[in-house]
């Protein structure tokens, strides 16, 4: 089994913050399912989640898997039906963290990431040895302006930031997504 077996990513639209720092609830984009599930499957992820509470984000969500995985799209791509197979909907993340620690009969290590560094910092290379070792880690990934602190108090680590040797960093979720995935899975 591929180390990638024993990471799962979540893409979470809530809770995160808007550019004032504010509590809000985020729109889920069809691109960003698209690409990470892509880039999830080439790299052999178990899971990839979407957290949102919201009934019509889910409705979305659902009606766009549907196209995908039992309709017209997945007969005239089935690559793009196999990398979609990854996606679960939640509404939230204790509930997340609970359905991984049923099904895998372990709690994750919850690892989030963030454009600034935050302390409490898991080196990549640390964290490649335990995916190695089997152990179950759960990623994080923030919509808009980054995770929320309600979303940051069931974590145990962080990624460090990535970085372009340059003064900006706004990288866009599916491109932070891909970087992660390459930095933790990628066979050298």
């Given at each position: 089994?591929s ?5 799962e ?11 004032r ?26 899971r990839f ?5 919201y ?15 039992t ?7 089935p ?7 990854l ?12 359905e ?11 690892v989030?990431?963030?454009a ?33 602190p ?12 990535i970085s ?9 979720v599916?491109?932070?997504?891909a ?8 066979v050298?």
């Amino acid at each position: 089994m591929s180390a990638g077996k024993w990471l799962e990513v979540a893409l979470v639209h809530y809770p995160v913050n808007n550019r004032r720092g504010e509590l809000i609830g985020s729109a889920v984009t069809n691109l960003d399912i698209h690409d990470i599930a892509r880039t999830g499957r080439t790299y052999g992820i178990d899971r990839f989640h979407l957290v949102t509470p919201y009934a019509d984000q889910q409705s979305l969500v659902a009606e766009l898997l549907a196209h995908w995985l039992t309709g017209r799209g997945g007969e005239l791509n089935p690559a793009r039906k196999e990398a979609l197979q990854l996606v679960r909907v939640v509404p939230d993340l204790a509930g997340l963290y609970a359905e991984i620690t049923a099904r895998r009969g372990e709690a994750p290590l919850v690892v989030a990431t963030s454009a600034r560094a935050q302390g409490r910092e898991i080196a990549y290379q640390d964290l490649q040895k335990r995916l190695a070792e089997g152990g179950t880690t759960l990623i994080l990934l923030g919509t808009a302006w980054g995770l929320a602190p309600e979303a940051l108090e069931g974590v145990d680590a962080f990624l460090p930031p990535i970085s372009g040797g340059g003064d900006y960093n706004h990288l866009p979720v599916r491109s932070a997504a891909a970087i992660i995935m390459d930095r933790l899975l990628a066979v050298t």
